[in-house]
């Protein structure tokens, strides 16, 4: 499998105020899977990446939100990319070895750009130092 494009098409960044960033915590971080499509051999992974800060942790008091959305283009045989699109179809969920490589590049990416737009907030920067592993469900 082979990850041949990634762009980042949607950045926004909030605070709710200055003066909550002093009790701020390192940020929940989601990275939801939008949609999965193809055209042949090609897959596009639309995402969105969000990062939710917080005040001392308490997930009902706002610091401030980074969002990054845009896509992941693949690049695999026609039979490989039949299958991808059948298992999304299907469930819902791309094969483990596929996830893994698509939320370890979105991690890095997004992880990187939102360091940028974190640092013009005054926001903790949302960078994940592990790589993710996925299992299947049992």
């Not at 909550?20 to 939008?34: A, E, G, H, R």
């Not at 706002?62 to 699109?85: D, P, Y």
């Amino acid at each position: 499998m082979a990850i041949t494009g990634f762009t980042i098409s949607n950045v926004e960044g909030s605070i709710k105020s200055v003066d909550l960033l002093s009790k701020q915590t390192f940020p929940k971080l989601n990275i939801s899977l939008d949609s999965v499509n193809s055209d042949g051999a090609k897959i596009k992974v639309s995402y969105t990446f969000i990062a939710d800060y917080s005040e001392n942790g308490k997930a009902e008091s706002s610091v401030g939100q980074l969002k990054l959305g845009g896509a992941v283009e693949i690049t695999e045989t026609k039979e490989t990319v039949a299958a991808i699109m059948k298992r999304w179809n299907d469930k819902k969920t791309l094969p483990v070895e596929v996830a893994e490589e698509v939320i370890n590049g979105l991690n890095f990416r997004c992880s990187a750009t939102g360091t940028l737009l974190a640092y013009a907030l005054g926001l903790i920067p949302p960078l994940v130092i592990s790589t993710t592993k996925i299992q299947e469900p049992k």
